[in-house]
């Protein structure tokens, strides 16, 4: 998927940010640089409208990321209860080598056995955190007590890339 790369400010609003296209983030860049980051921070929503914010581990599949969480969490609750309907709106955020990166987008329960396979292999290859998935359900096996975990995969609205420099910011629209 190819994204539409913007600035994040129009002209007359940029002083003093750059409006250079040279200095526009190319996608595949951010990208790359949100894959590798160690970890993300996850804002969702409570139920009265309060937000929540904690740190997860995520995975990239093609163009979306997958976390994992504890589905009694405030952050599960969150996704459980917002997804519903469709999907938790949610906002994930990572500082990178490339500066500052900021995704929305809607988090889907993932529930599909094949799916939850390809998701539990990529965080045994990534962090060499192995799940046990049984009866479409996912535990970690290593733990006292195997506790339950879920998985959630993010599909992107939006993105924004602010430069290290505090002068550069791109908007991407999924």
Not at 9 to 18: H, I, K, L, V
Not at 80 to 105: I, K, P, Q, S
Not at 146 to 170: H, N, Q, R, V
Request: proline content about 7%; charged content about 20%.
């Amino acid at each position: 998927m190819t994204p539409t790369t913007e600035f994040l400010f129009r002209p007359e609003d940029a002083t003093p940010m750059s409006t250079d296209e040279a200095d526009l983030m190319p996608w595949p860049a951010a990208a790359e640089q949100f894959a590798a980051a160690p970890k993300y921070w996850l804002a969702t929503g409570r139920a009265d409208g309060r937000p929540h914010v904690m740190p997860v581990l995520g995975v990239w599949l093609g163009a979306t990321l997958a976390i994992s969480c504890r589905p009694g969490s405030v952050k599960g609750r969150n996704l459980l209860r917002d997804g519903a309907g469709g999907g938790g709106h949610c906002v994930v955020t990572a500082a990178t080598d490339l500066g500052d990166l900021v995704l929305e987008g809607t988090a889907r329960h993932v529930t599909g056995l094949a799916r939850q396979d390809a998701v539990a292999a990529a965080f045994a290859a990534t962090y060499d955190w192995r799940f046990a998935l049984r009866d479409g359900r996912i535990f970690d096996d290593s733990l006292p007590g195997s506790p339950e975990y879920a998985f959630f995969e993010i599909t992107l609205a939006k993105a924004f890339g602010y430069g290290p420099d505090g002068l550069t910011a791109t908007r991407w629209r999924f």
